[in-house]
């Protein structure tokens, strides 16, 4: 195990409505990203946070927010919701280091209907 | 084209198989490079970083040649255990975003 959590596991919500989900990093870590995963396809990145500061994003609209707290862990918000933001929503965590080796938490499955 | 590319597969290969999967990458300023293990509805795991003069890992081995722009991994002896999909990983210098391929799914047949 990585030692990365998110929660929840799963969440259903419906269009237009709005969603937290939430990630612990590894311990020793400061770095958190975010990525999108559509059925089929690779993670998509959203954004990384360093330092409770957001540190690069992807191509993804600003209702999709985030927030990285003192001890590391790390929030994901998005509002609005639409059918298309379903999918698995996977937290990343990692040393802003050299290596950059990144140790991803189980993931949240969202499901907007 | 895209900024990282993978053959989606899948591989079907029969135990003790040696099977190699390709991945390409646009951006010349690319400089870490990974491979992820993704089994399904599950999160990638780590399988290994792949460094500039390749690197082994028991029956994995991942090459980066710059000046065609790939990397690649190759996987020995194929166990039931390997059946999952492959997924490369390249990211640019600093603190850029990374960009996964879409992975390759390999199934090892008995």
């Known amino acids: 195990e990585t030692g990365v959590t998110q929660s929840p596991t799963h969440l259903i919500k419906t269009r237009g409505q709005q969603v937290t989900l939430r990630c612990s990093s590894q311990s020793g870590h400061n770095t958190v990203s975010w990525y999108q995963q559509a059925l089929g396809q690779g993670p998509q990145f959203i954004f990384q946070y360093y330092r409770e500061e957001e540190n690069g994003r992807g191509n993804f609209p600003p209702r999709f927010s985030g927030l990285q707290f003192p001890n590391y862990s790390s929030e994901l918000n998005v509002n609005a919701l639409e059918l298309d933001d379903s999918a698995l929503y996977l937290c990343a965590s990692s040393w802003q280091g050299a290596s950059y080796e990144q140790y991803f938490g189980p993931g949240t499955r969202l499901t907007v209907t | 084209r895209k900024e990282v590319e993978q053959d989606p597969g899948p591989f079907n290969v029969p135990e003790g198989a040696t099977v190699a999967f390709n991945c390409t990458y646009s951006?010349?300023?690319?400089?870490?490079f990974f491979w992820y293990r993704q089994d399904c509805r599950k999160e990638p795991k780590l399988l290994m970083s792949?460094?500039?003069s390749g690197n082994e890992d028991g029956r994995f081995t991942a090459q980066l040649n710059r000046a065609s722009q790939y990397i690649s991994l190759l996987i020995r002896d194929s166990k039931l255990s390997d059946s999952a999909t492959y997924l490369c990983v390249v990211k640019p210098g600093g603190y850029q975003k990374v960009t996964f391929g879409t992975g390759t799914k390999l199934q090892v047949i008995p």
């Open positions: 951006n010349s300023a690319s400089q870490s």
């Open positions: 792949v460094y500039s």
